[in-house]
């Protein structure tokens, strides 16, 4: 008897050990299994608290290890200017990054964090990176492969600081160029955005042959997931409003505010963001319609999308006054990743309560999570959870800025050039006696990259490390030649100097968004105009504007020789000495119309009113080494043929 108990006890145990070896194989951790497989595996095991601690993004100041673990957050941000410490490096980027992926994985399911910053125009919030053109700079170019590299370029920045995710890019078609965020939009045109797109090919790499569409796709450990936003028709608020009403109808939004979408998607984009903005008077957090009868069902969106920074409590007004409401609102019109992005203890338990009521369902929730997975299953982070030092020497990398050169020479669009068709200004000599170089945007930085750099709203000075265009064109001229440089000056030191020319560099202080926003004026920051018209009134001068949209001229162009359209260029500088000195061409294009008078706006490309100062797809061209002004005031083709002419005289006296 005792025999037998004994066998009984054995087998009881041989079949407990069984079940227990089986309990341990978790499939969502085998790599070999399919997406799907790992992601049904994961969510069977989750509970209601970690389903929705990976609907939760939550703002890095109030993040830490603990926090991840506690409440099971499935993302972390930086928004603009939160940094780990000023002028981090990568390596103290990195070392933050793993302090909360560590706290993630440290979780009962080990889920890692994916970690999203605003890399709109390189990875704009980090000390010593590659600041590249903005995007309406990029649409002057029309170059969708250059934009392709900066995106690959980028992508390997993001990686150097240990981090996934990047909220790039905007794909808004900006109609009105009162909006502040109009420098974040390629082009007026939708079909200048929909090339762009590439952008996304280089963030996230080339799609595999018979890629499924409309799934998300990350290649690599070099690569990062990336963002389309904002859905849909930010671009199109009322007077250039930020977070406005888009008073459009159907077909206008889907004709001109939604073909990047349909880009976006076949290119594999893992997230979308929803706009601020309203359709019609809707909020987009709001709308299901959009959101989730579009974007996911028409479209077959199948990665996350992912809500603007507090963009459910925008939902109502004034924004927060009801947050249960606006989180019920904004989950159940299908955003899937709320930006919370701090007070996540109260977004959670009300979305728990919602659940727990039935007033947001437990599929809701699940569509949620499985497409969060989803994005992060397909990129590796549950192989590769951790960064490490591999990248960091891709930050400010030389090759990274030899391609934010090319940018900035290809953005440049010229829109003067002499006062007559035979007698062009530009390119001008390097050699020159002595050349004024004016205007308060010549010599700072951070004018020069505008906002979304190093804080939020942008700055003023030498905020980074770049090349400013004074130090460009000090560069390029000829040692002989003597610059001399002053931001303002008056009218003793253009009396006092033999100036052979003057370059003015002048423009809009940085902004970002509402900040922004300019109703009444697009104005040239002063002292801009008095220095147009001090030194253009005295000497033969080209005016560079920096900015990140047209600005009113009209008063000024009779007065200038040249004029450029240099955009938000970025850290490199250098760009823009290369063409207007000659050593490149001009080749860029207006992506927008440039107005004559502020009253003339909304105005755009078709319009019935159309009258503009300089059209769309307007730019004049020049060839390398091209002949253009001379130091002693002669044209050079005329010096040529008076040359020639006196040679032939020469000839004929002789014979």
Not at 82 to 94: G, L, M, R, T, Y
Not at 232 to 237: A, F
Not at 334 to 346: A, L
């Amino acid at each position: 008897m005792d025999k037998c108990i004994i066998s009984w006890i054995y087998f009881w145990l041989l079949l407990c050990g069984a079940t227990i070896g089986e309990a341990e194989y978790m499939r969502y951790k085998d790599a070999n299994q399919t997406i799907n497989a790992r992601i049904e595996d994961l969510l069977k095991r989750m509970t209601l608290a970690e389903k929705i601690g990976q609907m939760t993004q939550i703002e890095r100041k109030v993040a830490s290890a603990d926090v991840m673990k506690n409440y099971f957050i499935g993302s972390v941000l930086s928004g603009g200017g939160s940094v780990p410490a000023p002028q981090a490096s990568a390596e103290d980027w990195i070392k933050m990054v793993n302090e909360f992926q560590k706290g993630a994985l440290s979780t009962r399911l080990g889920i890692p964090i994916i970690y999203g910053i605003d890399a709109v125009h390189g990875n704009n919030n980090v000390y010593k990176a590659t600041i590249f053109p903005h995007n309406v700079g990029l649409g002057a170019t029309r170059d969708p492969e250059l934009v392709k590299k900066i995106g690959e370029a980028t992508a390997l920045e993001v990686r150097a600081t240990g981090i996934q995710y990047a909220f790039a890019p905007c794909i808004a078609v900006c109609r009105d160029p009162r909006w502040g965020r109009c420098y974040e939009s390629y082009s007026e045109n939708h079909t200048i955005v929909q090339q762009m797109t590439d952008i996304i090919l280089g963030l996230q790499g080339d799609l595999p042959v018979n890629f499924s569409k409309g799934a998300p796709y990350v290649g690599g450990k070099d690569k990062v997931a990336a963002c389309a936003k904002h859905y849909v028709g930010d671009g199109g608020t009322h007077d250039g409003i930020n977070e406005n009403n888009t008073i459009i109808d159907s077909h206008g939004l889907l004709s001109i505010h939604m073909p990047a979408y349909y880009n976006s998607i076949i290119k594999g984009v893992s997230t979308v963001m929803v706009s601020y903005s309203s359709w019609n008077g809707v909020k987009m957090h709001a709308n299901y319609d959009m959101v989730t009868n579009y974007l996911k069902n028409k479209l077959r969106f199948r990665g996350f999308v992912i809500s603007d920074w507090q963009g459910i409590d925008r939902i109502t007004s004034p924004a927060g006054s009801n947050y249960t409401y606006s989180v019920q609102a904004g989950v159940n019109a299908g955003i899937d990743m709320v930006m919370v992005p701090y007070n996540y203890t109260v977004f959670i338990d009300d979305l728990t309560s919602l659940v727990n009521k039935s007033v947001v369902s437990a599929s809701r929730i699940d569509d949620a999570v499985r497409r969060i997975l989803r994005v992060k299953f397909t990129m590796g982070l549950f192989e590769n959870p951790l960064a490490d030092l591999t990248y960091t020497d891709q930050l400010g990398k030389k090759e990274h800025r030899e391609l934010a050169r090319e940018a900035v020479r290809k953005s440049l669009v010229l829109l003067k050039n002499g006062n007559s068709s035979n007698q062009p200004f530009l390119p001008l000599p390097k050699k020159a006696n002595k050349i004024l170089v004016a205007g308060t945007h010549a010599d700072n930085l951070g004018y020069q990259c505008g906002g979304w750099t190093i804080q939020w709203q942008g700055d003023s000075g030498n905020i980074t490390v770049g090349t400013t265009i004074l130090n460009a064109i000090k560069s390029t001229v000829d040692p002989s030649t003597t610059v001399i440089y002053s931001a303002n000056p008056d009218s003793t030191i253009m009396k006092e100097n033999s100036f052979a020319y003057a370059i003015v560099v002048v423009g809009e202080p940085p902004y970002t968004e509402t900040a922004g926003d300019d109703l009444n004026n697009l104005t040239i920051l002063d002292p801009g105009p008095a220095t147009i018209e001090t030194v253009c009134g005295k000497v033969k001068c080209v005016v560079i504007v920096v900015s990140g949209r047209p600005v009113v001229l009209e008063p000024y162009v009779p007065l200038m020789e040249a004029l450029v359209a240099a955009w938000l260029p970025g850290t490199e500088g250098q760009g823009v000495a290369d063409v207007l000195f000659g050593d490149y061409g001009f080749t860029g294009r207006l992506p927008r119309t440039w107005f004559k008078k502020i009253e003339q706006l909304p105005m755009n490309v078709g319009d019935s009113h159309y009258d503009p100062l300089f059209p769309f797809d307007f730019g004049l061209t020049t060839k390398p080494g091209q002949a253009g002004y001379s130091v002693n005031g002669v044209h050079r083709k005329v010096a040529k043929r008076i040359y020639f002419l006196f040679l032939s005289l020469v000839v004929a006296l002789v014979l």
